[in-house]
């Protein structure tokens, strides 16, 4: 497993943007280009949700229906970073977001990080 620290959550208002960044370390992080990196949310009262991911060498990203076109996820290997770019935020975007990487020869999200609140006031 790899330890992950998510940061750049916030109070913003109805259509401002924030980027969270999450960084990546552990002694057995040889190279974070050996994990798919991803975003989930979970929001007051409701289940975790996936938000975004993308590949090992960032050639290709999924995002959820519900925030295509608003969110954008990125990663740096050479830094050991994953970053989510929300546009256009809205109140129900209001979550903790998560930071999660799964290693190339598995099919589990192993490691997550603390979480980063974000909150969309209206």
């Known amino acids: 497993q790899v330890q992950l620290v998510e940061s750049g959550g916030g109070l913003v208002q109805a259509g401002d943007s924030l980027r969270l960044s999450c960084a990546a370390s552990?002694?057995?992080?040889?190279?974070?280009?050996?994990?798919?990196m991803g975003w989930f949310r979970r929001a007051p009262g409701k289940e975790r949700e996936f938000v975004a991911s993308?590949?090992?060498?960032?050639?290709?990203?999924y995002s959820s229906d519900s925030m295509k076109g608003r969110f954008t996820i990125s990663r740096d290997n050479a830094k050991n970073t994953v970053s989510l770019l929300m546009n256009s935020l809205k109140p129900e975007d209001t979550a903790v977001y998560y930071c999660?990487?799964?290693?190339?020869?598995?099919?589990?999200?192993?490691?997550w990080g603390q979480g980063t609140q974000v909150t969309v006031s209206s």
């Open positions: 999660t990487a799964r290693a190339v020869w598995t099919n589990a999200w192993e490691s």
């Open positions: 552990g002694r057995t992080l040889n190279s974070l280009s050996s994990y798919t």
């Open positions: 993308i590949s090992p060498s960032g050639g290709a990203t």
